[in-house]
């Protein structure tokens, strides 16, 4: 555990990052998804929509790298494409 104030204020602040980054993660599966089963359903485009969003904000935010959010858009597109 940390033994100067600095350092338990910095593992506070990675646990509080910590549970942020985790939630925010786990709401950009579910939106891709979300994405994937309106794909196998042909029921629409407003969910893969979203799912192209929130993984181009996971960027910006630091959550994913650029190329791998590059990559699952791709694919999800491609996938969407080939359903309609």
Do not use: D, F, Y
Not at 9 to 25: G, I
């Amino acid at each position: 555990m940390a033994n100067h104030p600095s350092a338990l204020k910095r593992h506070l602040q990675s646990l509080k990052r910590n549970a942020r980054n985790r939630s925010a993660r786990a709401a950009l599966a579910t939106q891709v998804k979300k994405a994937r089963n309106e794909i196998a359903h042909k029921t629409g485009t407003v969910e893969v929509k979203s799912a192209v969003s929130m993984l181009a904000s996971a960027v910006s935010k630091g959550l994913l790298h650029k190329k791998t959010a590059s990559r699952r858009i791709s694919r999800l597109m491609l996938q969407a494409n080939k359903a309609a």
